[in-house]
């Protein structure tokens, strides 16, 4: 089972998905997509991990989430903006077309794990264009995953001011 939720920054992503999980399991896992990159993304994720209790069992994998043993198990994916990050990061923010091949290619892998998968993404096209290429070049990525996983999933919900939009 493959659940979808997007929305924007602070729409309440995060705790319905958590709450769902917990409906799901009493041990579901966080799977965490985030880099480290400076002192206010550890406090983000810091407040993230506060979040959870001693039920959840926290992994952080920056790309490759396929290879974690996650067999019969509620995962919750936090997020594919960030994990779409790193693999455009590493691609120098360049090769737009490598990019979505590789986070394409990985979340099918994935997805073929016998797991309940709750994704969590954003939905960064709904604002302002951005002022930069890079920029640009980013949110049409997100736009092209959030479309593959979308039509991937057996349920998709959009979070607006917290609350669930059920599109699918």
Not at 27 to 36: D, E, F, S, V
Not at 59 to 81: A, F, G, P, Q, W
Not at 88 to 103: C, G, P, R, W
Request: with cysteine; glycine share 4%; aromatic share 10%.
């Amino acid at each position: 089972m493959i659940y979808y939720i997007t929305g924007g920054t602070r729409s309440g992503k995060s705790r319905y998905a958590q709450n769902l999980a917990l409906e799901l399991s009493n041990n579901p896992i966080y799977l965490a997509t985030a880099r480290h990159w400076d002192d206010d993304f550890e406090k983000r994720i810091q407040r993230h991990m506060a979040d959870r209790d001693e039920r959840w069992e926290s992994i952080e994998e920056e790309k490759y989430l396929s290879t974690i043993n996650l067999e019969n198990r509620v995962v919750v994916v936090d997020c594919v903006t960030l994990w779409l990050t790193n693999f455009f990061a590493d691609n120098k923010y360049t090769n737009e077309e490598e990019t979505l091949k590789q986070i394409k290619d990985e979340f099918d892998k994935l997805v073929r794990i016998n797991a309940t998968f709750i994704i969590i993404s954003n939905e960064i096209g709904m604002g302002m264009h951005a002022d930069t290429e890079v920029g640009r070049k980013f949110a049409d990525l997100q736009g092209w995953i959030n479309q593959h996983i979308a039509q991937k999933s057996d349920k998709a919900i959009l979070m607006a001011s917290g609350l669930p939009i059920t599109l699918k």
